[in-house]
Nanobody, 124 residues
Framework: QVQLVESGGGLVQAGDSLRLSCAASGLTFSSYAMGWFRQAPGKEREFVAGISRIGGSTDYADSVKGRFTISRDNAKNTVYLRMDSLKPEDTAVYYC?????????????????WGQGTQVTVSS
């Protein structure tokens, strides 16, 4: 059974940093591109960042470019999202997702597996 388990969320102040982790099990991790998405209350789920199967290619939403960094450790079956200079508008539930394609898509459709999410709240 495939499981994606996010951790590392919490309540922080604007300007702080957080690192989210997503531990995968039940799948051949290196065969999946990985993505991070987020959903704020009353809003659609949106793409945050993606990383290819072996980590050679990354992609970011314009709203987080230069502040967030996605990385992966295939030996640990884990993908990370380092978030710096957090803003109140980054407040959302953050989800990781696994995609069988070579590169992570910015579209949520097509991802094969999703985690349950971790809450990130940024106070002003």
């Amino acid at each position: 059974q495939v499981q994606l388990v996010e951790s590392g969320g919490g309540l922080v102040q604007a300007g702080d940093s957080l690192r989210l982790s997503c531990a995968a099990s039940g799948l051949t991790f290196s065969s999946y591109a990985m993505g991070w998405f987020r959903q704020a209350p009353g809003k659609e789920r949106e793409f945050v960042a993606g990383i290819s199967r072996i980590g050679g290619s990354t992609d970011y939403a314009d709203s987080v470019k230069g502040r967030f960094t996605i990385s992966r450790d295939n030996a640990k079956n884990t993908v990370y999202l380092r978030m710096d200079s957090l803003k109140p508008e980054d407040t959302a539930v953050y989800y990781c997702a696994a995609d069988r394609r070579l590169y992570a898509s910015s579209q949520s459709v097509g991802y094969d597996y999703w985690g349950q999410g971790t809450q990130v709240t940024v106070s002003s």
